[in-house]
């Protein structure tokens, strides 16, 4: 019987230790996506695509990887020699973060976390500018709270109107009428005998984060795009 967990830190344990991590994404209208592996989140250094090296060059001195995972982002700048503390609210997450060799560890929720130094760089890959939901500009304004001056926020999301799924466009509808941004998801992760926590996730238009970030305080600009996904850096206003 299915008991309630840290799903996403229990497969990704289980690849550490020579599994597959097979999951399933259950999205709160019932649809599931199933995944055969977490392979994709333990890329290393030299795994980095070629939109996301152009995010890693805009990175400071010290940086808050959001949304560690298995350290793949954390493991690339940790290499360069720069300072990064790795946050996830999974505690398996930061387990196989450990086991990899990332130095700076915090398991605690992003909305929780008060930490006693600033960041320059908040680094948000792997789509995880969806973690400022549920309310970005809220969460926006907690990083302006932790950032140096001049401080930047550097990450990847997808665009969720590069699609002609009907599934996905009945959900915008959905949540326009729940007076939401078509783009707020709300998520959990199941594997074979645990179920996540439900999580909300924010995908946006380019034009959509430039608004939340200009009442927030930060500038948007745009890095780089392919067909459904982006690159955007969020400049702290002086």
């Not at 289980?14 to 259950?26: C, D, M, P, S």
């Not at 001195?61 to 949304?67: A, E, F, K, N, P």
Request: charged residues 25%; glycine residues 10%; aromatic residues 8%.
């Amino acid at each position: 019987m299915a008991h309630h967990g840290d799903a996403f830190g229990e497969a990704l344990l289980e690849y550490l230790y020579g599994g597959e991590g097979a999951h399933v994404l259950e999205r709160d209208d019932g649809l599931v996506e199933g995944f055969p592996s977490v392979e994709p989140y333990f890329g290393g250094p030299d795994g980095v695509s070629e939109i996301e090296k152009q995010a890693l060059d805009l990175i400071g001195d010290s940086v808050l990887d959001i949304g560690a995972g298995a350290g793949r982002f954390s493991l690339a700048v940790q290499s360069a020699g720069v300072d990064v503390v790795a946050r996830d609210d999974s505690a398996g997450a930061i387990e196989v973060c450990r086991r990899r060799g990332v130095r700076r560890l915090v398991n605690r929720s992003f909305h929780r976390y008060q930490p006693d130094e600033r960041f320059d760089t908040f680094l948000m890959m792997g789509h995880n500018l969806g973690l400022l939901a549920p309310d970005p500009v809220r969460s926006l304004e907690r990083l302006a709270a932790m950032a140096s001056s001049g401080a930047v926020i550097v990450g990847t999301t997808v665009d969720p109107y590069a699609t002609d799924d009907p599934t996905h466009i009945e959900y915008h509808d959905a949540n326009r009428s729940r007076g939401r941004l078509p783009g707020h998801v709300v998520l959990r992760v199941r594997t074979k005998w645990t179920i996540g926590p439900w999580f909300d996730y924010l995908l946006s238009s380019f034009d959509e984060l430039s608004e939340v970030a200009r009442k927030a305080g930060w500038h948007s600009e745009m890095v780089a795009r392919d067909d459904i996904r982006y690159v955007a850096v969020l400049r702290l206003r002086g």
